[in-house]
């Protein structure tokens, strides 16, 4: 009987309406209890001893898990989501333990959070209610959406959902991405740039490419450089494509005017992070871009129904599960 260790906090918090498939199918799922946002490997590394595949969310998996894994009967891991920054796929493929993603199962919601969060920085519209709860009455002179100019990086899934919206609104966009886009509409008009020009002309520099190895801290003190004095930023990719104390400077320095921040290189976000004292010019939510009801029981399908093909016990249909490593 196989058995599917579950780190992922949402499909966990969804099985209870999944637990009769998994049961007609005989596979017994493992609910380790969670308390903070990710698992460490250490205790990974114990959960994943006799367990046929993992399905996990930012759980860290490295190289000790994989190994442990391995040596045991562990078949596939299943990344419930797109970022597979915290899975150590170069030893998976070297093991030959199989990693699979859910690419663009919620593209929209994510581009719908980075959406609110220009929304939110050019109107401050957060911060007019907070006034109004407290008993003032402030006006705030923002400005207007349509005419900015957004310099979005990463044109995958997210990218080009962002893309699609802002130039909705109005707002002339400029994207760079590493490869070429698959000809997704959402680029259409979209004019592609090198990161230079990028950051030159944009008023507002969105994050939504994978973190690799390659660009972590990717924005760094150059970077903010190089961008307009009084750009926005806004993350809702990885934190770490961030170098958080050049944003802090930039912050202090009057460089960059606001922050919208759905992730950071430390979450949750620390009681001292210096960040809170530019709280005022920013929105921080808690990685929560893909927190929809619709998303996560959109997602939580896709995950199972490539756990039970790879498990051999039903193939996904219409689905090609895909394979990241
Ligand atoms: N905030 C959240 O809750 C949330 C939710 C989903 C995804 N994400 C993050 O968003 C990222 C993007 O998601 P997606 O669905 O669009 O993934 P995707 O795989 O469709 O696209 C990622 C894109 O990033 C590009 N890229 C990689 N390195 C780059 C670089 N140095 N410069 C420019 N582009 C680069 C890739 O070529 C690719 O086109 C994910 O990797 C994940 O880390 C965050």
């Known amino acids: ?31 380790p209890a969670l308390d903070g946002q990710r698992l460490d490997s250490v205790a990974m590394a114990s959960l994943v001893d006799g367990v046929d595949a993992v399905i ?20 596939a891991v299943i990344k419930w989501g797109v970022g597979t920054d ?15 993603n859910t690419p663009g199962a ?18 401050r519209t957060h911060r007019l209610h907070a006034a109004v709860v407290d008993g003032e009455w402030p006006v705030a002179e923002g400005r207007s959406l349509a005419g900015l100019v957004a310099g979005v990086i990463g044109l995958g899934s ?13 707002v002339e966009v400029l994207g760079h991405d590493i490869r070429q886009p698959a000809g997704d509409d959402g680029l259409a008009g979209v004019r592609r740039v090198d990161l230079a020009d990028l950051y030159a002309a944009s008023d507002v520099v969105i994050l939504a490419c994978a973190l690799t190895a390659d660009n972590r801290h990717l924005v760094s003190r150059a ?32 460089k960059v005017a606001g922050a919208g921040l759905d992730v950071f290189e430390h979450e949750p976000l620390p009681a001292a992070d210096p960040l809170r004292a530019f709280a005022d010019r920013c929105v921080f939510t808690t990685h929560s871009g893909s927190s929809t ?30 394979r990241v490593a």
């Open 106 to 123: 919620f593209a929209d919601e994510v581009a719908d959070l980075a959406l609110s969060h220009l929304l939110l920085l050019v109107r």
């Open 86 to 100: 915290a899975i150590d796929t170069a030893t998976a493929a070297e093991l030959g333990v199989p990693v699979f």
């Open 223 to 254: 970077a903010f450089a190089a961008m307009r004095d009084g750009v926005l930023v806004i993350n809702v990719a990885r934190g770490a494509l961030i170098e958080e104390a050049a944003l802090v400077e930039a912050l202090a320095a009057g």
């Open 56 to 75: 996990a969310g930012d759980d860290e998996i490295d190289s000790s898990v994989l190994r442990a894994g391995a040596a045991s009967r562990l078949r």
């Open 158 to 170: 997210v990218g080009s959902a962002i893309a699609k919206r802002a130039r909705a609104c109005g």
């Open 1 to 31: 009987m196989p058995t599917a260790l579950i780190t992922c906090r949402q499909l966990q918090g969804g099985f209870e309406r999944l637990r009769p498939e998994y049961e007609a199918l005989g596979v017994t799922p493992i609910l």
């Open 293 to 322: 009801a619709e998303a996560i029981e959109r997602t939580n399908r896709i995950a199972t129904e490539i756990l039970f093909d790879v498990l051999g016990l039903r193939a996904a249909g219409p689905l090609v599960p895909n």
